[in-house]
C-alpha cells in the first residue's frame, strides 16, 4: 500500500514521484507564501507595497534542487521574493531567515529518512518551526487551495545569496572560546553521510583549529550508510577514530541538525549523550533552565538539577522545544535525537552548536570523551518504531493506558508513563508513518519489562 504524505508540525514530506511531487510542492510553497502574505498584510496583500522575502535552502539529495525550484515558482506566484541559499544545512536556513530579516524560510529535507523521501520544512520569521496552531492553519490553506496568486507585473524574484556558512560559523564561534579549543589541536573525525553538512562543519573545525579526516563529506546525496546517525549505521566512523587514533568522532545526518558522538576508543557513545555532554558544559559555566521534549533522557534533569536548574518537557518535535526555551528562557535545550539548540545561535537544532560546545568541555575539563561519559548518570534505554495506521496506533495507546493504569500519565504527546523505576513513551510520529516506543530504565531487564508489555498490547492490536 502507498505511503500517504505526510503534512505535521515538522512540515510536508514524502515520497519523491509517488506522494511528493513538483506540482504538489509548488502548491504548498504558495500556500505558505499566501499564509504569510495575510499574517504580515491582510486584506493589503496586493502589489509591491506587500512585498515579503522567504529564504530557501536545501539538503543534497538528488531530488532537492526540483524541489526548491517548484517552492521557488509556487512563492513567487503569490508575489513572494525568494532568497535561493543554495545547499545549505537546516540550522543555517533558521539563522539566514533572521539575519536577513526574512518573513519566513524553508529547508528542503527529509532529514534523517532515506533518500526515497523529501521534504518541506517551514521557518516562520523568529527561525522557529511553525507551532502546531499555526502548522494546522497552513496545512488548511494548502488542501483549500487559497492561493493569493498576483500578476505578472507583481510576481516574486528569486536572487541567490552565498553568506550561510560565514553567518553560520561565526555566530557559533561567538559561544565558545576559539583559543582555547585550538591550543588542544583535537584530531576529530567527521561523518556527513554526503550530506549538507560536510562544506560549513570541515570549515568550522578549521576555525578551531582541529586536524579533521573527513569521510563520506561529498555533497552527492547518495548516502554512504543510512542516514540517521545511529549506532548501526556508524561502523566506518567507529573504526576511522580507532586507526586515526582521534579524540572524537562526529557523525551528521543530511541537513545537519542531529549530531552523534564516538568517543576516542570508537565507541558510539548515543545521541543521547550530545545533548548532555552539550548541557554539562553549559551548566558548568552559568545556572538556569533547560527544555527538552518527553522522549528524551533523564540524563538532562540530573545535570540540570544538580547546578540548581530545572528542565521544562514538550511534545516531541523542534518547534515545541524552542518555543519552551523563549518561554522560559533556557540556557540550552534540544531533543535525545541528537539535536542541540542555544538560544544565543538560533532557536534550532544545530550539529554546528552540538560540535562546538562539546569540543568547549573537552578543552576546559581536560578529559576525553569516554571520562566526561563516565561522569554522566548513565540509564538502560530502548528505541524502536513499528508500522502502524492511524486507527491502531490509537488502539494501542488506549490499551497501554488501561495496561499502565498506575503510572503517571502524560498525554501531551502520545502517552508518557512514569514508574518509579524508570519510563516510557508511545507516540506516533510526526515524520513516518509508524509508532515510535522509547523506555529508559535504571537497567536492562528493568526496561525489558516495559517493551514486552508493548509488544504484547502491539500483537493483540496488529493481529
Known amino acids: 500500500m502507498a505511503e ?35 499574517k504580515y498584510f491582510g486584506s493589503r496583500a496586493t502589489g509591491h507595497e506587500s512585498r515579503l522575502s522567504v529564504c530557501i535552502g536545501r539538503d543534497s539529495r538528488p531530488s532537492g534542487q526540483m524541489l526548491k525550484s517548484a517552492v521557488t515558482a509556487g512563492l513567487c506566484d503569490v508575489g513572494a521574493d525568494v532568497v535561493d541559499l543554495g545547499m545549505v544545512t537546516t540550522p543555517g536556513v533558521g539563522i539566514m531567515v533572521r539575519h536577513l530579516n526574512c518573513s519566513g524560510g ?37 488542501f483549500d487551495k487559497r492561493f493569493a496568486f498576483v500578476d505578472s507585473h507583481n510576481c516574486g524574484q528569486a536572487a541567490p545569496n552565498e553568506q550561510t556558512d560565514t553567518t553560520h560559523i561565526a555566530k557559533v564561534l561567538g559561544i565558545v572560546d576559539k583559543g ?4 588542544k589541536k583535537f584530531k576529530v573525525v567527521l561523518d556527513s553521510v554526503n550530506g549538507a553538512g560536510g562544506r560549513v ?16 563529506d561529498e555533497p552527492t546525496g547518495l548516502f554512504a550508510h543510512r542516514p540517521e546517525p545511529a549506532a548501526e549505521n556508524l561502523t566506518g566512523l567507529c573504526e576511522m577514530v580507532k586507526t586515526k587514533r582521534s579524540a572524537v568522532g562526529f557523525a551528521q545526518d543530511p541537513d545537519a541538525d542531529r549530531l552523534a558522538i564516538v568517543d576516542e576508543a570508537g565507541n558510539y557513545i548515543g545521541e ?33 538539577e544538580e547546578a540548581g536548574g530545572r528542565v521544562y518537557r514538550t ?9 519552551a526555551m523563549l518561554e522560559h528562557n533556557c540556557v540550552i535545550g534540544g531533543e535525545g535525537s541528537g539535536g542541540v539548540i542555544d538560544l544565543r545561535v538560533g532557536p534550532v537544532r544545530d550539529s554546528l552548536v552540538g560540535i562546538a560546545l562539546v569540543l568547549q568541555l573537552m578543552a576546559e575539563a581536560g578529559k576525553t570523551i569516554s571520562q566526561l561519559t563516565n561522569e554522566i548518570t ?86
Open 4 to 38: 500517504q504524505l505526510i503534512i505535521s508540525i515538522s512540515g510536508m514530506r514524502g515520497i519523491v514521484g509517488e506522494n511528493l511531487t513538483d506540482s504538489i510542492a509548488a502548491e504548498y510553497g504558495s500556500a505558505f507564501g499566501t499564509f504569510l502574505k495575510d
Open 315 to 323: 511534545a516531541v518535535g523542534e518547534a515545541n522545544v524552542a518555543a
Open 180 to 183: 582555547a579549543i585550538a591550543a
Open 201 to 216: 562543519t570541515k570549515k568550522l573545525l578549521a576555525e578551531l583549529g582541529c586536524v579533521v579526516s573527513a569521510i563520506n
Open 378 to 463: 548513565g540509564y538502560y534505554m530502548s528505541k524502536d518504531k513499528f508500522v502502524a495506521e492511524q486507527t491502531q496506533a490509537r488502539q494501542i495507546l488506549n490499551s497501554a493506558k488501561k495496561v499502565f493504569a498506575d503510572a503517571k500519565l502524560d498525554a501531551t504527546d502520545g502517552c508518557r508513563f512514569d514508574f518509579d523505576d524508570g519510563w516510557l513513551h508511545l507516540r506516533a510520529s510526526n515524520t513516518e508513518p509508524v509508532m515510535r516506543l522509547i523506555v529508559e530504565a535504571k537497567d536492562r531487564q528493568t526496561a525489558k519489562k516495559y517493551v514486552d508489555a508493548v509488544l504484547n498490547i502491539r500483537k493483540e492490536i496488529l493481529s
Open 272 to 304: 543521547e549523550y550530545t545533548l548532555a555532554l552539550a548541557a554539562k558544559y553549559i551548566f558548568s559555566r552559568k545556572t538556569g533552565s533547560a527544555a527538552t521534549n518527553l522522549s528524551t533522557s533523564r540524563m538532562l534533569d540530573d545535570i540540570a
Open 106 to 142: 524553508i529547508s528542503i529535507t527529509a532529514s534523517h529518512n532515506p533518500i526515497q523521501y523529501n521534504g518541506i520544512k517551514l521557518l516562520l520569521a523568529n527561525g522557529v518551526a511553525p507551532p502546531s496552531d499555526v502548522a494546522g492553519q497552513i496545512r488548511q490553506y494548502f
